[in-house]
C-alpha cells in the first residue's frame, strides 16, 4: 500500500456502521478510505462474537454477527474502497475540504471529510484480578469472546458476568456444553425480562447451574490446564468449587478512543458530541457516527449507526462537491454507481 493516498472521506473504523458509510458515500459518488486499528474488518462483531445472534437487523429475524459483517462486505464490493488495516489513526491536520490524516506506519490520507466510526475506540477485555491468569489466557482455559460454538462441545464451561454477553451465551451454549454454570454478583441479571426467564427456565430443567450472588475467587488447574472455578459469595465466607475446563469472562471492555482524544473534539463521557441532524462533531468536516457518537436521542444500536452514517453521507456530499445540487433519489431508481478510478 502506498504512504500515500487521496480520497474524497476517511473514514476511521471498519465495523458494521463504518462499511456501510462506505455504501452510503458510494451511492453519492464519493470515494473512501477504511483505516481500522484490528488486522480485519468487522470491529468487535469479528474480533469478540463472530458468532452471536442479532436480533434487530431489518428484514432479518435473526442473524449471526459474522454474516452482518459479510453481508456487508458484499454491499459494499462495487467500491472497492482502499484499506489501511492494522493502523492507528494517530494525527489529524488541516481543515475541511483538505484534511490530512497520519496513521502510525507514516501513511498520510488526504480527505476532504472524515468520518469516525471508531465504535467505542481502541478496546480489549476487562481482565478479572486473579492469580495466575495469564497461564490460562495463553492456552485458550480462559476466554473473553467466543470465536467458534462448537470448540466449546462436551466441555464443562463456566460463564461469569451479569450483562447481554454473559446471558446471551449462556442460552447459546445450553445445549452445547457438557456442563454449564453462569456466575454473577447479584440475583438479577442486566439482561431484557425474556433472556432472564430462558435462563430460569434452563435452570429449572438443569440445563444450566445459575450460581447468584457470588464472584470469582480463584482458578484451579496447572500447566495452562484449567480443571475447577473457586467462587465466593458476596457478605459470607461461603465458597464453591465449579467444574470447568473453559472460563468465559464477560465483564465488558476497557475502551480508548486513543489519539482521537487530542484532535480539539468536544467530547462527553469518552464519547464525541456530534449534531444530530448532520452527525458533524464540534471541528467541521470531522463526522461521528455509531457508538463513538453523542447525541440528544442517541441509541447504541447498529441499525441507528445505519441510519447516521446515511446522513453525515448527505452532509458531506456540499463538502466534496461544492456547489453541486444533491437531488435525493431512492436507490431503486439510481442502482449502485460505478465510481470513476482513483
Given at each position: 500500500m502506498t504512504k500515500d493516498l487521496s480520497t474524497d472521506v476517511a473514514i476511521v473504523g471498519a465495523g458494521p456502521v463504518g462499511l456501510f458509510a462506505v455504501f452510503?458515500?458510494?451511492?453519492?459518488?464519493?470515494?473512501?478510505?477504511?483505516?481500522?486499528?484490528l488486522t480485519a474488518a468487522g470491529g468487535q462483531c469479528t474480533a469478540l462474537y463472530p458468532e452471536k445472534p442479532i436480533y434487530d437487523i431489518?428484514?432479518?429475524?435473526?442473524?449471526?454477527?459474522?454474516?452482518?459483517?459479510?453481508?456487508l462486505e458484499r454491499q459494499i464490493a462495487p467500491f472497492a474502497p482502499p484499506r489501511l488495516l492494522g493502523r492507528r489513526a494517530c494525527r489529524l491536520e488541516g481543515a475541511a475540504g483538505d484534511f490530512r490524516?497520519?496513521?502510525?506506519?507514516?501513511e498520510t490520507v488526504r480527505a476532504k471529510a472524515v468520518i469516525?466510526?471508531?465504535?467505542?475506540?481502541a478496546f480489549g477485555p476487562n481482565r478479572p484480578?486473579?492469580?495466575?491468569?495469564?497461564?490460562?489466557?495463553?492456552?485458550?482455559?480462559?476466554?473473553?469472546?467466543?470465536a467458534s460454538r462448537e470448540s466449546l462441545r462436551g466441555r464443562s464451561v463456566v460463564i461469569a458476568g451479569g450483562g447481554d454477553s454473559a446471558a446471551d451465551w449462556a442460552l447459546a451454549l445450553a445445549d452445547v456444553a457438557a456442563e454449564l454454570s453462569l456466575v454473577h454478583r447479584r440475583e438479577k441479571f442486566r439482561a431484557a425480562p425474556e433472556t432472564s426467564a430462558r435462563l430460569a427456565a434452563l435452570a429449572a430443567s438443569g440445563q444450566l447451574r445459575l450460581v447468584t450472588p457470588f464472584q470469582l475467587s480463584g482458578l484451579r488447574g496447572r500447566g495452562g490446564r484449567l480443571e475447577a472455578v473457586e467462587v465466593s459469595r458476596l457478605g459470607s465466607d461461603e465458597t464453591r468449587v465449579l467444574p470447568a475446563e473453559v472460563l468465559l469472562a464477560f465483564f465488558g471492555l476497557a475502551t480508548d478512543l486513543g489519539p482521537i482524544a487530542s484532535w480539539?473534539?468536544?467530547?462527553?463521557?469518552?464519547?464525541?458530541?456530534?449534531?444530530?441532524?448532520?452527525?458533524?462533531?464540534?471541528?467541521?468536516g470531522v463526522f461521528a457516527i455509531g457508538d463513538v457518537a453523542s447525541h440528544r436521542g442517541k441509541l447504541k444500536l447498529i441499525l441507528q449507526g445505519f441510519s447516521e452514517a446515511a446522513m453525515a453521507a448527505h452532509a458531506i456530499h456540499p463538502i466534496v462537491f461544492p456547489g453541486?445540487?444533491?437531488?435525493?433519489?431512492y436507490s431503486t431508481s439510481t442502482g449502485v454507481p460505478a465510481l470513476a478510478p482513483a
Open positions: 452510503e458515500c458510494g451511492m453519492l459518488r464519493m470515494k473512501t478510505v477504511l483505516i481500522d486499528v431489518p428484514a432479518h429475524p435473526m442473524i449471526s454477527a459474522s454474516a452482518l459483517i459479510a453481508g490524516l497520519v496513521t502510525d506506519r507514516d469516525l466510526a471508531a465504535g467505542a475506540g484480578p486473579l492469580s495466575g491468569l495469564a497461564a490460562f489466557e495463553a492456552t485458550g482455559a480462559v476466554q473473553y469472546y467466543v480539539g473534539l468536544a467530547l462527553e463521557r469518552h464519547q464525541i458530541v456530534v449534531d444530530p441532524g448532520t452527525l458533524e462533531t464540534s471541528r467541521p453541486q445540487a444533491l437531488h435525493f433519489e
